[in-house]
């Protein structure tokens, strides 16, 4: 079974520059997940879709932070514009059920993207 | 607020000795517990998880861990650390009216030395 998918692996941009990351979840997985990493910390989450809904994004920072899941599978997280204190890794992830399982069943976590920008 | 606290940031151990790291957590109620592991340039792989019931759970790659309600605590344990075991710990409790949200710790670095 593939696992989690991102792109690119890596970026280095310039501050107020844009940037965007893309996630492929594990087919069938109805939740995805996307996670800011800064450097010498846990993982802390941005946006949760079920399907192609928002469940959460209070964390976002939405005056420069967007994202979006068409049709309930690839999401897309763009920056724009960049700042330095966005260097970090973006993490997705997906898990297989909705709501009323969504604690209970495994997320599955891609192998991130790390942005640096300078 | 839920929280997640990991006191260690970096534990070196030797191969072959028993390994300990440590969690504990802040959680108004019973608490969704969970452990990953990160190896450098990976994502994030599940290695236990609690929700209810034995307090000793029981991982893969021979891990296991403890959860101690008394303590708010959820320590992680291996009887026998091998070299592949050094990567980043991360202990995570889920927050179950909020659709699944995970709130993670700091992260332990492992060191292993021979």
């Known amino acids: 079974e593939a696992g989690v998918a991102q792109s690119p692996r890596y970026k280095i941009i310039e501050k107020r520059q844009s940037v965007a990351f893309w996630c492929n979840p594990i087919?069938?997985?109805?939740?995805l997940y996307w996670y800011q990493q800064i450097l010498g910390q846990g993982p802390k989450l941005l946006i949760q879709?079920?399907?192609?809904?928002?469940?959460?994004d209070s964390q976002l920072p939405k005056d420069r932070f967007s994202a979006e899941r068409l049709k309930g599978v690839d999401s897309t997280l763009k920056i724009q514009p960049a700042k330095l204190e966005d260097s970090a890794v973006y993490l997705c992830?997906?898990?297989?059920?909705?709501?009323?399982?969504?604690?209970?069943?495994?997320?599955?976590f891609g192998p991130g993207t790390r942005l640096t920008v300078l | 607020a839920q929280s997640v606290t990991q006191p260690d940031i970096h534990i070196t151990v030797s191969e072959g000795a028993s390994l300990e790291l440590r969690c504990n957590y802040s959680?108004?109620?019973?608490?969704?517990l969970f452990w990953y592991v990160q190896s450098p340039g990976q994502g994030l792989q599940l290695l236990l998880k609690?929700?209810?019931?034995?307090?000793l759970v029981q991982g893969i790659k021979g891990f296991e861990a403890e959860f101690k309600r008394s303590q708010s605590s959820f320590n992680l344990r291996k009887p026998s650390v091998h070299w592949s075991d050094a990567a980043e710990y991360f202990c995570?409790?889920?927050?179950?009216?909020?659709?699944?949200?995970?709130?993670f710790g700091q992260g332990t670095e492992l060191s292993v030395k021979p």
């Open positions: 995570a409790v889920g927050v179950y009216n909020q659709g699944g949200k995970l709130i």
């Open positions: 959680y108004g109620a019973t608490p969704y």
């Open positions: 879709f079920q399907n192609n809904g928002v469940v959460d």
């Open positions: 992830a997906s898990s297989l059920v909705g709501l009323a399982g969504a604690l209970t069943d495994t997320q599955y």
């Open positions: 087919s069938g997985h109805a939740t």
């Open positions: 609690y929700f209810s019931g034995d307090t």
